[in-house]
């Protein structure tokens, strides 16, 4: 079983920045593609960024390209997502999400999230 524990949500001005983490408590980190998901006020959950276990290969949902920046790092078994010129359509719960498949089939887990605010 991996914990995983979000920090770093709270209220920011449109045009401001923050930055989450997420630190797992999983010694084989490394080996789980992290993922940040967020959720707004009556809308699906979507993706917003990836970065793979292998290659720390990332990519973005488009709309927030060029603004946010996923990144890992191994040695502290945390990931992390830099926002920067937040728009207040950012404004959800952010969580954390880590997934790798292993013989005995896909393990996934999530984090309980944290609350992003962008409103002036």
């Known amino acids: 079983q991996v914990q995983l524990v979000e920090s770093g949500g709270g209220l920011v001005q449109p045009g401001g920045s923050l930055r989450l983490s997420c630190a797992a408590s999983a010694s084989t980190f490394s080996s789980y593609t992290m993922r940040w998901y967020r959720q707004a006020p009556g809308k699906e959950r979507e993706l917003v960024a990836v970065?793979?276990?292998?290659?720390?290969?990332?990519n973005y949902a488009d709309s927030v390209k060029g603004r946010f920046t996923i990144s890992r790092d191994n040695a502290k078994n945390t990931v992390y997502l830099q926002m920067d010129s937040l728009k207040p359509e950012d404004t959800a719960v952010y969580y954390c999400?880590?997934?790798?498949?292993?013989?005995?089939?896909?393990?996934?887990?999530w984090g309980k999230g944290t609350l992003v605010s962008v409103s002036s």
């Open positions: 970065t793979t276990s292998v290659g720390g290969i990332t």
């Open positions: 999400n880590a997934r790798r498949v292993g013989l005995g089939g896909a393990m996934e887990y």
